[in-house]
């Protein structure tokens, strides 16, 4: 696999060594040893989440204060446009985001670290989303960021209005947000 580092720290870029001929294509998408060997540290997952949506869907930007998920993220249909902000208050990348095109074409995946919010914007006409997760999901101590916060400045690739969950809808913007120490 080949590890890229983005301009947040701790947020991978990672791009699966892929096997393809006529048939088709086979790449291993999980190696716990080979991953723990990437991130510096031996991720325990614990929850596979799975989600379909259409395109100018956004999801996020979502992250727990407690019970902070480390995600392990990959489009295996579709393409999404995502996007990871770092909440660590003590962090010289406070308030900072970072975005990848992940596709089902591409095969990418993103590590994105407890500490930081996770969101993404669907640019195919639908799009499929696979996310490991170190922790169980806590409906109690989930937060959400404002997508469009202008603090925040997100470049989205939007035409129009996004379709967002009432959940989305209500998000914070970062000055107002809890975040983390």
Known sequence: ??????????????????????????????????????IGMDADFVQDNHSRSARDVLRGLHYQIQQPQGKLVRVIVGEVYDVSVDLRRSSPTFGKWVANLLSDSNKRMLWIPPGFAHGFLVTSDYAEFLYKTTDYWAPAHERCVLWNDPELGIPWPLE??????????????????????
Request: hydrophobic fraction near 40%; glycine fraction near 10%.
């Open 1 to 38: 696999m080949n590890v890229i580092e983005t301009d947040l720290p701790g947020i991978l870029l990672i791009e699966p060594k892929v096997f393809g001929d006529q048939r088709g294509f086979f790449y291993e998408s999980f190696n716990r040893r080979q991953f723990a060997e990437m």
């Open 160 to 181: 129009g209005e996004p379709l967002l969950s009432g959940k989305d809808q209500q998000g914070l913007p970062l000055a107002n947000a809890e975040v983390f120490d």
